[in-house]
């Protein structure tokens, strides 16, 4: 029985990520666990199924929307068995033949290879479905595409990987790592909130770039005086200990900048967040009070 394992690979790897940038090892780990093998089975089925009952021109193939469906499929099928593989399950360390994904990379990348299929399949597949129609994007599928951008390797966790692999390896971050898992980390999430309320909005492009310029400058303002509570907080407003970033050697804003350096960038960033909220149309100022109180919070 052919089982056109060749056709299928061809089509999958050409969705798979670039190994660059300072969460490569999350992308190598990826393309590791897809390209191990297997018998691509249910992106075969789809395929299969779509050429069967296929009426018409073969609009999903030629404009890769199937195709982007097929590599989001796998994506998800690879991330189960990455994840069933670990040590807090079945803990296995050969499949198809090959070390499992937890014994090249380590557990904790095993864990966040996991997590970054089963987003980039939601991500791949959103993409696909603005790029299907690029001149009526709905903004339901821009939301979607931005939500699944930034909670993946080119947002949330592709900064949790950098700073992983920075504190396993005790590195002392350059600026502009540093940058990258704070705006990654940290900002991606906040970024998409506001933008995807500016979407679903009805805001043009412009309007969202403005958007996504002051939920940054919240994130890394957030995200500083995290640093700075950890080390001026007080403990029971806080709800945790201080001092968690010294113990464990963590290269934070504060330690490169020093204290009053990061308290001053804490209120430019948000004077220029605001300035920014106070130019766009509406009545921002509920969200000029919320951004004061967020970031120079004390808990
Ligand atoms: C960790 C969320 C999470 C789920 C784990 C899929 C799964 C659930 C565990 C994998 C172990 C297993 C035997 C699952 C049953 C489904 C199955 C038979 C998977 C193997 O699929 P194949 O044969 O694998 O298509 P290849 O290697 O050919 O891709």
Known sequence: MDLKTGEIEKIIYGFLPKEEGYQSTVLSAMNYSVKAGGKRLR???????????????????????????MAAMEMIHTYS?????????????????????????????????????????????????????????????????????????????????????????????????????????????????????????????????????????????????DDILDIEGDEATLGKPIGSDEKNEKSTYVVHHGMAASKDKVKSLTESGIEILKALPGDSSYLVELMEYLVYREN
């Open 43 to 69: 992106p075969l089925l789809m395929m299969e199924t779509y050429r069967m009952l296929l009426d018409g021109p073969d609009d999903a193939g030629s404009n890769g929307l199937l195709h982007a469906f």
């Open 81 to 225: 068995l990455v994840h069933d593989d670990l040590p807090a399950m079945d803990n296995d360390m050969l499949r198809r033949g090959k070390p499992t994904t937890h014994a090249v990379y380590g557990e904790a990348m095993a864990i966040l290879t996991g997590d970054a299929l089963l987003n980039f399949a939601f991500e791949t597949a959103s993409k696909a479905v603005c790029e299907a129609a690029p001149d009526k994007v709905s903004p339901a599928a821009k939301a979607l595409a931005v939500l699944s951008r930034k909670a993946g390797i080119y947002g949330m966790i592709g900064g949790q990987v950098a700073d992983v692999e920075a504190e396993k390896k005790g590195e002392s971050l350059e600026k502009d790592k540093l940058h990258f898992i704070y705006e990654n980390k940290t900002g991606a999430l906040i970024e998409a909130s506001m933008m995807i309320g500016a979407i679903l909005a009805g805001a043009g492009d412009d309007t969202i770039s403005m958007v996504e310029k002051v939920a940054s400058n919240l994130g890394l303002a957030f995200q500083i005086q």
